[in-house]
């Protein structure tokens, strides 16, 4: 199973533009690249998934480079609504998608 | 589209009791999974339902966990007897099927004394 590490914590102010890298090494052929918003006393929420290149939806952007070894959630413009915990997953169909969080980047929006 | 619902929304209970915890998925969901989600940490899977069968129940304490989903729709998560470290939240989420966006439920905060 494909490991992620992310930064524990970001800063940001309200109006810009926010990236939030994940590293996945061990990245299998058949694994997909998810992305997931949690508020406090709140399950999580799926934002974006992809397997490869860009992928663009109404909330966020994920970037992912050739080698898959690692993705970029870009959160535009954004607010002090979007102060969460962002969980990056990878996993894929062998035997059952497997999905494991880790301990997530806390995103702080200043005023 | 009505949501992943639970039950209950909150549990205190002492050690060595026993709790159960419900779920009913969101309708046609194949797969369903619980998670259990300690304060500051993200949420670990405990087990995976694709219909009634299990996919991935390794992280289950299975000496003290248990959980079915019986005809693939509604499921429960037991903890018996319930330890101090199974304070937590339990998630319950789904998805139409294994790699597909997973929908969650509010989540049962359960607290052990």
């Known amino acids: 199973l494909a490991k992620t590490t992310q930064p524990i914590s970001m800063d940001s102010y309200e109006g810009q533009e926010v990236n939030i890298t994940c590293s996945h090494n061990n990245i299998a052929t058949n694994d997909y690249i998810t992305w997931y918003q949690q508020f406090p006393s709140q399950g999580p929420r799926f934002i974006i998934q992809?397997?490869?290149t860009k992928v663009t939806n109404e909330v966020a952007s994920l970037f992912i480079p050739a080698d898959r070894k690692s993705s970029t959630l870009s959160l535009p413009r954004v607010s002090l609504s979007d102060t969460a915990v962002y969980y990056c997953l990878v996993g894929g169909n062998a035997g059952g998608f497997k999905t494991i969080f880790g301990a997530g980047t806390r995103l702080f929006v200043k005023a | 589209e009505a949501g992943v619902a639970q039950s209950p929304r909150y549990k205190i209970i002492e050690k060595r009791q026993s709790v159960a915890f419900w779920c009913n998925p969101i309708s046609g969901h194949a797969t369903l999974y619980w998670y259990q989600q300690i304060l500051g940490q993200g949420p670990k899977l405990l087990i995976q339902?694709?219909?009634?069968?299990?996919?991935?129940d390794s992280q289950l304490p299975k000496d003290r966990f248990s959980a079915e989903r019986l005809k693939g729709v509604d499921s429960t998560l037991k903890i018996q007897p319930a330890k101090l470290e199974d304070s937590a939240v339990y998630l319950c989420a789904s998805s139409a099927w294994a790699a597909n966006e997973q929908f969650f439920g509010p989540g049962t905060r359960l607290t052990v004394l």
């Open positions: 992809g397997y490869k």
């Open positions: 339902f694709q219909n009634n069968g299990v996919v991935d």
